[in-house]
């Protein structure tokens, strides 16, 4: 964005002093013409004070000197950097003025002072009644010059303001994103924990089918021992029953034989 530099024209008024047509015998003329030196000297502090005494005693006096001398100390006053106190010194003299123009270089001195504090606003007020009271081509360039920059300000923080929306709209897309990755990562963990427990379900049960099936091998293979071991116990005991039949069949055969041939004796 172009930058646009702005040049204010301070009316030679805003540095000078109203000069005052004083009788050289009343009271405050001398402190006026001691802050004049001081002036010249450029000690605005002490021209100040000087300055400040000479209204002081025209006041007690309500010399129509008051006014002249408000907007000078108001002058002084804006010089040494104390906004406030001139504001309320040039507001002073616009009340005690009765010629337009005086209270027309009163109101742009005052606009001058609101132009550099940035109070663009209040500026353009005073340079306005200003203008109305004494149109000059200084004044119209100063209050152009504030329009024009109270519209770049404008500008400036309309483009601000949607610098942050977009910025706080990006921020929250990003925290969105973010969330996003997050979640996809609690449901992968989710999904690998979920199939973890199933790969360790399935490692059990087959675990627990291998165990069955190495049961089931061992009561068979004890089965057939004993089916082994009964057969052998029948075939022994079958070959025992058959030998002793045999035996049996032996001996009465040769018993029998014996007892006849001894009925036979």
Known sequence: MKKILFFLIINVISFNIFSIDLNPY???????????????????????EYMIDALEKA???????????????????????????AEDYY????????????????LFNLGNMYFKDNKLKEAIESYVHSYKLNPTEDLKYNLNLAI????????DQKQNED???????DQDKDKQNKNDKNNEKDKDKEKQDKGQKQDKKQQDKDKDDKKDNQQQKDNESQQQKKEEKYNQQQVIKN???????????????ELGEVRSNGKDW
């Open 26 to 48: 009343k009271q405050h003329y001398r402190d006026y013409q001691e802050s004049i030196k001081q002036i010249q000297k450029k000690d605005t502090d002490k021209a100040t």
């Open 59 to 85: 006041e007690a006096k309500k010399l129509d000197d008051v006014d002249a001398l408000s907007f000078n100390v108001g002058n002084l006053m804006k010089q040494k950097g104390d906004k406030e106190k």
């Open 91 to 106: 507001n002073n003299a616009l009340n005690g003025f009765s010629d337009n123009k005086d209270k027309a270089d009163t």
């Open 239 to 253: 070959a025992d029953q058959q030998e002793k039949e045999a035996l049996k069949q032996f001996i009465k055969k």
């Open 148 to 155: 024009k920059k109270l519209k770049q300000q404008k500008q």
């Open 163 to 169: 610098n942050d929306k977009k910025n706080k709209k």
